[in-house]
């Protein structure tokens, strides 16, 4: 980590490149993206498999506290940093029949955002804001709440994007098992992305604003429906 990353000092250009800090449940897949945002407008630093909801935020405050980078503000821990950088956590829901995470999903976006940390939650987990780049969700669709139907979507729609691709036409392919590595994610899933962002941003909108209703319910219940597209939003500032 170097010292850019995390705070200025005082002898830092007043127009200089934005930092930000991204901790990621994912080892692999969700650095690699967000990753394929740098350019020289901003400065970037991913952290993969950081674990997820409190867990992540716990190693997140944790990893600003070992630099000293912590302060009590109103009875509270919040991140010393400055305001030309961003801390964002990213973690899925991730609901398993009777896991009863639900608190634990919920406090953990709240206890980040006290702390002044950003959320990038999905649920039910990343791959809901890969499909948004391909396909629109009816978010009354109850099939979707779940990501095994992100992983059968997918897996259909990479057939038909590599009709020529042998292992994309096997019977036995399927994304879950095939495309969670870096380079499968890189060269294949992300190059027929990369160019429907704004689109999926749209879709991503669309969702949270229909679970954005006057009687909103607590985030696990808000699903589909993913909050990527936020910091997706920063870093193409």
Not at 90 to 114: C, G, H, L, T, Y
Not at 184 to 209: G, H, P, Q
């Amino acid at each position: 980590m170097e010292p850019w990353e995390i705070k200025e000092d005082d002898t830092r250009k007043v127009d200089t490149q934005r930092v930000f800090i991204i901790f990621c449940e994912d080892s692999a897949i969700e650095p690699a993206y967000f990753n394929m945002f740098k350019h020289e407008g901003i400065r970037l630093s991913t952290h993969g498999n950081t674990k997820q909801h409190h867990a992540q935020v716990d190693h997140t405050t944790e990893f600003f506290s070992d630099k000293d980078l912590l302060e009590i503000k109103n009875g509270k821990e919040v991140l010393k940093i400055d305001d030309g950088t961003q801390v964002w956590c990213v973690f899925d829901r991730d609901k398993e029949p009777n896991d009863r995470k639900d608190n634990a999903f919920n406090d953990s976006i709240q206890n980040a955002n006290e702390k002044g940390i950003q959320t990038a939650w999905s649920n039910d987990d990343f791959e809901l804001w890969v499909l948004l780049h391909f396909e629109d969700i009816d978010p009354n669709d109850t099939d979707y709440s779940n990501r095994t139907k992100y992983y059968e979507r997918l897996t259909d729609i990479l057939k038909q994007q590599y009709p020529n691709e042998a292992k994309f036409q096997h019977a036995n392919f399927d994304y879950y098992k095939t495309m969670k590595s870096k380079k499968n994610f890189i060269y294949y899933t992300y190059l027929k992305m990369k160019d429907n962002i704004e689109i999926a941003i749209t879709r991503a909108e669309k969702l949270e604003s229909h679970h954005n209703t006057p009687n909103s319910q607590p985030p696990h219940l808000q699903c589909p429906c993913t909050r990527v597209h936020h910091l997706v939003k920063e870093l193409r500032k």
